[in-house]
């Protein structure tokens, strides 16, 4: 059985989405705020949230994912508030699908897609190797 976790850099790579997400939402917010004062108020909210998911939701996201072959299918569990856990087999998966993003190229990681008849996981950016590996073993059927 070998079980996956998520690398430090997949970390530092969704901070740096999340902060750019919230420059741009609190820039909108003080743009709108000419036009009511409720606009002003979710700007200061902004980054009162943004403290929030960085500081406690992404560390307890990321620590809680992890991805383990068991018995021919894949595992992923993750989850903060609300647990899943994604059971896939081999025999039911279509395809597996790497993304690499210009970020996620620069920290040289790979989010993983997996496709089933009715059902599609993402599995969030592993290092190249680990996604090598993590491919290789789903075409060899759960093998190390």
């Known amino acids: ?48 949230l943004y403290a929030v998911i960085l500081i406690f939701y992404l560390p307890a996201l990321f620590k809680s994912c992890k991805i383990s072959f068991i018995n021919g299918a894949v595992i992923i569990k993750r989850g903060v508030f609300i647990n899943n856990c994604h059971i896939l087999p081999f025999t039911r998966m279509i395809y597996a699908q790497t993304i690499k993003t210009p970020l996620s190229r620069l920290f040289k990681l790979k989010a993983i897609t997996l496709k089933a008849a009715r059902s599609r996981i993402f599995v969030p950016e592993l290092s190249n190797e680990d996604a090598k590996s993590f491919l290789s073993s789903i075409s060899k059927g759960g093998e190390l």
């Open 1 to 48: 059985m070998k079980e996956y976790t998520l690398p430090r850099k997949t970390f530092l790579l969704w901070c740096i989405r999340v902060t750019f997400i919230s420059i741009l939402v609190f820039g909108g917010f003080m743009f709108l705020r000419r036009y009511s004062e409720f606009f002003r108020y979710l700007a200061i909210a902004v980054p009162f």
